[in-house]
C-alpha cells in the first residue's frame, strides 16, 4: 500500500475536520480512530481498490464500472476481501466477462457502491446503495451483517471513501426481484407464457420511469444523449399498482405467496376453464374472448397472492388480502379475500378456517418482506376466486327489460317494489329439572325481503345476475314467509298468514348460436325440483309458511334449493348482466286459498359447485347449512 500516504488532498480538508472532531470521542474505538486518522490514498478509488481489494477491482474493471469510480463523481466503496468470493464466477482467465452484466453491476458491484463520502463514525448511518438498496453502516464496525476491517477502513481518496469488508454483502431481493429469482431457478417448462413471472415481467405492464433529477449523469454522448452514472428509475407496475400491492417498493412491507409455474399454470387453467366468454356477444371482434380469458384467467390466479403486512394489525385472527381492500369500490362481501387462522368473534358461519400461511413452508424474508415459494395453492379455486354469488333482492336487481312499462321477463307485479328489514326476535321459555319456568330464550333475527304483489293472477320476476362463470352452481332462493308483511306484533299468531309459496324456476342464458345470438331468448330452461316435498310436483318448488328449528324458534329465512345449473358463458366483468334468474308463483284460483301468490323474496344465491373441494366442504366450521323446506336432512 506504497500510495496511502499522511497528506490530504485539498479537496478532503472537511473530513479531516470530522475525523477531528471525532476523535475527541469516548465512545470511538482507538483503532478506528487511528485508522481515521492514517489512512490517506493519494489517487481515486478506484485505483484504491488495486491496491487494496484486487480481485473487486478486477470485477469493477471487467464490467465498465471502473470509469465510474475514477470520475469526479464521489463515491464511497465496500470492498470485498480478496479470497472471500469465487473471482472464476465473475472473470475469465483472460479478464473477461463470464456473468450476466445487467445483473452483476446491479447485484454486485453497485451493492457495494454509494454516492457521496461516508466514513466510519460513533453514530449509525443508513443510506441508500446505487441499487436503491438500504445499506447501513454502525458505530461497532458493521456494514450490514458484514464486518469491516479494523485496519483497512476510511481510506479516503481523492473522489471518495474505501472500506475493506471480511466478504460480499448478499444481495437483499424485494419481493419483486424474488419472483424473478423464482423464476430463474424454476425448471417447469413453459414458464415463459404461465407464471407469475411472465405476467408480471410483461412489458406491456412493467414499465419503469427514469426520474433525471434524482440520477446522477458525467456529460453526454456524441449524440449529445446524457450518460448516465447512476439512473432513478420510478417502477411502474401497472397490474401491481391496479392491486395495491407495489412489492418493488423499498420502503414497502408484505408478505408474497409466490406459486411455481407448475403451480400457477395448474391454477390459469382451472380460472380459464370458467371463463369463457360467448364469442358474438355485442359483435365484439374476433380475439377479444380469448384475450377477456387470458387477462381474467391470469389476475384470477394473481388473487389473494398478496398482504399488506401494516393493514393487517390482527394476525392472530384473519390476514385480508390486497384483493380485500382494492374491492371497496364496488359492491362486494366483506368476508372475501380473508383467511382465518383461528375462529375469530364475527367469523362467518360458512366460512372455513385456513390458516394459509401454515400451509406455505419456510419463509424468505426479502428486503420489503416476506415470501411464500410454493408449489400448491394453500387455497382453493372456491376461495380465491370461483365465489358465492348473492344478489339481494332490490328494485334494482329486478330485470326491466322490455318496452316501456311491458316488461318480458317480469310481469304480473306493481311497479314499485316495497322493500322491509329489521330483527325478528322469537321467544320461548326455558324450565328446569322440575318443569318450573326459569327464564326465556330469545333468537334474534335479522331479514329482508322485497313485497311482490301481483296486480292479478301470478306473478313473474327476473333477477339480473352478475358476474356469472363458466362453470357448475348449485342455486337457491331465499324468501321469507307471507305473516312478515303484516303487523304481526299485534295480532295472534293464529291470525298470520302462513300461506307457503308455490313457484317455478327458470334460467335464461343470452344465446349463444343461431341468428339470435348475443341476445336474451324469450324461454329458458325450467329447473326441475331434486327433492320436492310432493313428489308429484317435479318442477314446482313449495316453500313453508312456518319453520321452526331443533330448538322450537321460529325461522324467518326459508332457503330452497333450486338445483344446479352449468352456465355455457361467462359474464364477469360484463357491465351488462347476462343470466336472468326467474321465479314465478304457479297457483290456481282455487288454490289461493292453500299458496299465496304474493312473495316476499330475500336473495338469490349461486354457491360454486366444484367436484376439487367438495372433500374440503368437511373441513369448515358449519359449511353452508342453509335452512330449506325442500331438502330433507
Known amino acids: 500500500m506504497n500510495n496511502i500516504k499522511n497528506t490530504f488532498r485539498a479537496g478532503f480538508v472537511l473530513a479531516a475536520g470530522l475525523v477531528a472532531m471525532y476523535s475527541c470521542s469516548d465512545t470511538w474505538d482507538d483503532h478506528y480512530n ?23 477491482a478486477k470485477v469493477v474493471k471487467a464490467y465498465g464500472f471502473s470509469r465510474e469510480l475514477s470520475s469526479d463523481n464521489t463515491y464511497t466503496v465496500w470492498a470485498p476481501a480478496d479470497g472471500s468470493f469465487e473471482l472464476s464466477d465473475y472473470v475469465g482467465a483472460n479478464g473477461e466477462r463470464v456473468a450476466d452484466s445487467a445483473e452483476v453491476v446491479n447485484d454486485f458491484i453497485k451493492n457495494h457502491v454509494a454516492l457521496y463520502p461516508l466514513s466510519l463514525t460513533p453514530k449509525d448511518q443508513s443510506f441508500s446503495l446505487l441499487n436503491e438498496k438500504r445499506g447501513s453502516m454502525t458505530s461497532d464496525g458493521m456494514f450490514g451483517h458484514i464486518k469491516i476491517d479494523e485496519q483497512k477502513n476510511n481510506i479516503s481518496c481523492q473522489n471518495g471513501i474505501v472500506h475493506l469488508i471480511e466478504s460480499p454483502s448478499p444481495y437483499a431481493y424485494n ?89 400457477w399454470g395448474e391454477r390459469y387453467k382451472k380460472a380459464a376453464s370458467l371463463l369463457q366468454f360467448n364469442p358474438s356477444e355485442d359483435n365484439r371482434a374476433a380475439g377479444t374472448c380469448d384475450s377477456l380469458t387470458r387477462h381474467y384467467a391470469n389476475s384470477f390466479a394473481m388473487t389473494d397472492l398478496f398482504y399488506n403486512k401494516n393493514a393487517n394489525e390482527h394476525w392472530e385472527d384473519s390476514l385480508k388480502s390486497t384483493n380485500y381492500y382494492n374491492s371497496w369500490h364496488g359492491v362486494v362481501d366483506w368476508t372475501q379475500h380473508v383467511y382465518y387462522s383461528k375462529e375469530p368473534k364475527y367469523m362467518p358461519e360458512d366460512k372455513e378456517i385456513n390458516d394459509i400461511l401454515a400451509k406455505c413452508g419456510e419463509p424468505v424474508e426479502c428486503s420489503n418482506g416476506t415470501a411464500y415459494l410454493v408449489d400448491e395453492y394453500p387455497f382453493s379455486a372456491v376461495e380465491q376466486f370461483f365465489k358465492k354469488i348473492k344478489v339481494t333482492a332490490s328494485d334494482g336487481a329486478v330485470n326491466k327489460l322490455g318496452s316501456g312499462d ?94 307457503p309459496y308455490r313457484f317455478t324456476a327458470t334460467i335464461i342464458e ?58 355455457k358463458n361467462a359474464y364477469y ?36 359447485h366444484d367436484e376439487d373441494t367438495v372433500a374440503e366442504e368437511a373441513k369448515t366450521r358449519k359449511s353452508i347449512q342453509l335452512t330449506t323446506s325442500n331438502i330433507r336432512k
Not at 487511528?34 to 473487486?56: C, H, R, V
Open 175 to 263: 419481493l419483486f426481484e424474488m419472483i424473478a429469482k423464482q423464476y430463474k431457478e424454476d425448471p417447469e417448462a413453459g414458464k415463459d407464457t404461465l407464471s407469475l413471472y411472465a405476467y408480471l415481467y410483461d412489458e406491456k405492464v412493467n414499465k419503469d420511469t427514469l426520474i433525471e433529477n434524482k440520477s446522477v449523469s458525467r456529460g453526454v454522448d456524441a449524440d449529445g444523449n446524457k450518460i448516465w452514472v447512476s439512473q432513478y428509475l420510478e417502477k411502474n407496475n401497472t397490474v401491481l399498482k391496479n392491486y395495491d400491492a407495489r412489492l418493488y417498493e423499498e420502503d414497502s412491507l408484505f408478505i408474497a405467496i409466490l406459486p411455481s409455474a407448475k403451480a
Open 573 to 608: 366483468g360484463r357491465a351488462d348482466y347476462g343470466v336472468i334468474i326467474q321465479i314465478a308463483s304457479s297457483i290456481l284460483s282455487s288454490q289461493r286459498k292453500d299458496f299465496s301468490n304474493e312473495m316476499l323474496i330475500s336473495s338469490i344465491i349461486l354457491k360454486p
Open 34 to 56: 487511528a485508522g481515521l486518522s492514517a489512512l490517506k490514498f493519494n489517487g481515486t478509488t478506484m485505483q484504491a481498490l488495486e491496491e487494496t481489494a484486487p480481485d473487486f
Open 406 to 499: 311491458n316488461w318480458t321477463y317480469t310481469k304480473g307485479v306493481q311497479k314499485s317494489f316495497g322493500a322491509r328489514s329489521g330483527i325478528f326476535v322469537s321467544s320461548i321459555p326455558t324450565y328446569d329439572e322440575e318443569g318450573e319456568q326459569t327464564g326465556v330464550d330469545q333468537k334474534r333475527q335479522n331479514y329482508r325481503f322485497v313485497d311482490f304483489v301481483p296486480t292479478s293472477g301470478n306473478i313473474t320476476v327476473g333477477f339480473n345476475v352478475p358476474n356469472t362463470l363458466s362453470g357448475l352452481y348449485d342455486i337457491y332462493i331465499v324468501t321469507c314467509p307471507m305473516w312478515l308483511a303484516s303487523d304481526f306484533n299485534n295480532i295472534d299468531m293464529a291470525e298470520w298468514d302462513v300461506r
Open 510 to 567: 343470452r344465446e349463444n348460436e343461431g341468428k339470435n345470438i348475443g341476445q336474451f331468448p324469450t324461454k329458458g330452461k325450467t329447473l326441475e325440483n331434486p327433492d320436492p316435498i310432493d313428489e308429484k310436483q317435479k318442477t314446482v318448488f313449495l316453500s313453508q309458511g312456518m319453520i321452526y328449528d331443533d330448538a322450537g324458534h321460529i325461522i324467518v329465512n326459508d332457503t330452497t334449493y333450486l338445483g344446479q345449473y352449468q352456465f
